[in-house]
């Protein structure tokens, strides 16, 4: 029997992690289960494939950094963080607990391996601009990741961000769009519509990838397409469906901030893929 490929491996982890989603948030009893299951694949080819991370050294100066700009979908990196090794996998039920460390928006340092707090939707991407420009002027190798909800691109911050790393072309910066065209109103187009996004992203001087942001292969490559790309920022626009892997989750609003009961986690656990 053949040895198991790197990507088969990513495959069968973005199935245990959405499993720990799922397990998490119905302990929780609260949370965000659609967007956290539509960026799996996103999280998990970043931080078993290309991110440059210790997680038994999280503060190592040379690491990549990582910011998780929609932090309502802070279970799915809790997930993989626990199967990368910054913390024990059973810490995962604690989520939203008095006093767990796993809250519901993530908190700098808590655990190790959160670069910094995020929840105020719009903001993260300023927060990564500020990374890029600070590892441009001082010479450092590592590389900047920022994953946006579609529905948060819709915030005048994201832009005024955007517009700042295309002038000053960072190439050391990553912005990925989790396109699964559902915010917690409905439709992201029938709120504020977003289309074309990619063209939005090339006017701002961008290098835009765009993918099947369930397709792990797709999610490796464009990392490693945009580490190539210089004097420009890249955004990889990774279309995805809300609530992947749950068929009465997916593409359904009422699942944005809803937690499962015990019979309809039973049933998601059933239903998975």
Same mark, same amino acid.
């Given at each position: 029997?053949?040895?198991?490929?790197?990507?088969?491996?990513?495959?069968?982890?973005?199935?245990?992690?959405?499993?720990?989603?799922?397990?998490?948030?119905? *302990?929780? =009893?609260?949370?965000?289960?659609?967007?956290?299951?539509?960026?799996?694949?996103?999280?998990? /080819?970043?931080?078993?494939?290309?991110?440059?991370?210790?997680?038994?050294?999280?503060?190592?100066?040379?690491?990549?950094?990582?910011?998780?700009?929609? =932090?309502?979908?802070?279970?799915?990196?809790?997930?993989?963080?626990?199967?990368?090794?910054?913390?024990?996998?059973?810490?995962?039920?604690?989520?939203?607990?008095?006093?767990?460390?796993?809250?519901?928006?993530? *908190?700098?340092?808590?655990?190790?391996?959160?670069?910094?707090?995020?929840?105020?939707?719009?903001? /993260?991407?300023?927060?990564?601009?500020?990374?890029?420009?600070?590892?441009?002027?001082?010479?450092?190798?590592?590389?900047?990741?920022?994953?946006?909800?579609?529905?948060?691109?819709?915030? =005048?911050?994201?832009?005024?961000?955007?517009?700042?790393?295309?002038?000053?072309?960072?190439?050391?910066?990553? /912005?990925?769009?989790?396109?699964?065209?559902?915010?917690?109103?409905?439709?992201?187009?029938?709120?504020?519509?977003?289309?074309?996004?990619?063209?939005?992203?090339?006017?701002?001087?961008?290098?835009?990838?765009?993918?099947?942001?369930?397709?792990?292969?797709?999610?490796?490559?464009?990392?490693?397409?945009?580490?190539?790309?210089?004097?420009?920022?890249?955004?990889?626009?990774?279309?995805?469906?809300?609530?992947? /892997?749950?068929?009465?989750?997916?593409?359904?609003?009422?699942?944005?901030?809803?937690?499962?009961?015990?019979?309809?986690?039973?049933?998601?656990?059933?239903?998975?893929?």
């Amino acid at each position: 029997m053949s040895e198991m490929s790197e990507l088969e491996k990513l495959q069968r982890m973005c199935r245990v992690v959405r499993e720990d989603i799922l397990r998490m948030i119905a *302990a929780a =009893g609260s949370g965000h289960p659609g967007g956290s299951l539509s960026a799996v694949e996103i999280l998990v /080819g970043l931080y078993f494939s290309r991110l440059r991370h210790r997680p038994a050294e999280p503060d190592w100066a040379e690491r990549d950094r990582f910011i998780l700009s929609k =932090g309502h979908i802070a279970p799915a990196l809790y997930a993989v963080m626990a199967h990368a090794g910054y913390f024990p996998r059973e810490e995962l039920l604690t989520l939203r607990k008095l006093g767990s460390r796993l809250q519901g928006h993530p *908190a700098k340092g808590r655990p190790p391996g959160i670069e910094v707090s995020t929840g105020s939707l719009g903001q /993260g991407l300023s927060i990564g601009v500020g990374l890029a420009v600070a590892a441009k002027l001082c010479g450092y190798p590592w590389r900047t990741y920022v994953l946006m909800g579609d529905g948060e691109i819709q915030e =005048g911050q994201i832009w005024e961000a955007a517009m700042s790393a295309g002038h000053y072309r960072l190439d050391n910066l990553c /912005g990925i769009v989790d396109r699964n065209y559902m915010q917690i109103d409905g439709s992201t187009e029938d709120v504020m519509m977003l289309d074309p996004c990619a063209d939005k992203w090339r006017a701002f001087n961008w290098h835009v990838i765009e993918i099947d942001g369930h397709d792990i292969a797709q999610v490796v490559a464009a990392y490693d397409e945009a580490a190539s790309v210089k004097n420009k920022p890249t955004v990889i626009v990774a279309r995805t469906i809300k609530g992947k /892997g749950v068929p009465f989750m997916e593409n359904k609003a009422a699942w944005h901030g809803k937690a499962p009961n015990a019979q309809e986690l039973e049933l998601a656990l059933s239903q998975l893929y």
